[in-house]
């Protein structure tokens, strides 16, 4: 991996940039050093960060991976909290915490390739138990082109609950109201109706949520210059981000957001963990709950607790790489 694109940037939710670009910051190894502490490579400005919290390293073929460096108050990747000898993969649009900090991660050299996944695969929670026969896990635009009338009605309604949110999500972050942005979401959708007979989703010429992102900013253009004829909201990075992040951004955190919480739905509702323990996992892993107060709460053992814990979280994390290597 060159070191042209060896390139990391921390989003800080005010909205700024710590960079590896900076002429300020040398880094001279694969190791990039997180932290408050002026020894480390990208300085954050918080006392509730530890001088060396964690590291990112990139491995030969341009992967990157997030650890802990035994910090006071963990470091936790989409909202699961990483153990102290736990090293994961992340991509660009990652949430990162960090003491009373979020930063958001990005990678403007690119991600690497995609990690092999298993060959079991989750399903979507569904209402209605009696279509699992139409849950074939293919495209879900091959099955939006389905001719049968069931297995076509099925897959509309799995597009639907999948992306609606997120794109009414994104909206809001770009400055509509709840109702503007729902009728921006019903709109991107019944484009997508009208022309699922003769769209063809290629991987090789393009992800799909870039598919998604570029309909849903044509849909948000052609109702802003009605109402608001003076804006110029042609140029990509001209819509008005609340957050003062650009619009890819923006993108990239309700994307990262809709995919961790369909993955922790898949998840939960496997059947693969009792009830006990995906209480552990909420309240160790995810809420930071101190671990004596979750095994008195729930009659488990703090190793119990752990294993629990790890092992949701690594279903969890596998369950996001498939998502993003079925849909980009």
Known sequence: ???????????????????????SVEITERDV???????????????????RHFKIRSDSEGRWYISDLGSRSGTSINWMALDSDEEVRV????????GQTDVMLSFPGGDGPADPVSAERLE???????????QTRGSLLIRLNAEGTDEREVGWQDFYDRYVPLITGFARRAGAKDEEAEDVAHEVMANFF??????????????????????TLNAMRARWRKQRPM??????TDLPIEDRCNVDEAWDREWTRNLISRALAMVRHSGKQSE??????????????????????????PDAIRQAKSRIARQVRQEIERLRAEEG
């Not at 991509?91 to 960090?98: F, I, L, N, Q």
């Open 124 to 134: 979507e929670p569904s209402a209605d138990t009696a279509v699992d026969e139409f």
């Open 1 to 23: 991996m060159s070191e042209s694109t060896r390139r990391i940037e921390l989003v800080l939710s005010d909205g700024r940039r710590l960079s590896t670009e900076d002429p």
């Open 33 to 51: 050093v997180v932290g408050r502490g002026q020894d480390a490579d990208l300085v954050i400005p918080d006392d509730t960060v530890s001088r």
């Open 276 to 301: 006990q323990s995906w209480e552990a996992f909420e309240l160790y892993g995810r809420r930071g709950v101190p671990i004596e107060e979750v095994s008195e709460r729930l009659g488990m053992k």
């Open 194 to 215: 009208r022309a699922s007979e003769r769209f063809e989703y290629n991987p090789e010429t393009g992800r799909f949520r870039g598919y998604l992102k570029a309909a």
């Open 91 to 98: 991509r660009s649009g990652d949430r990162v915490r960090t």
């Open 231 to 236: 804006v110029d909201v042609d140029a990509g």
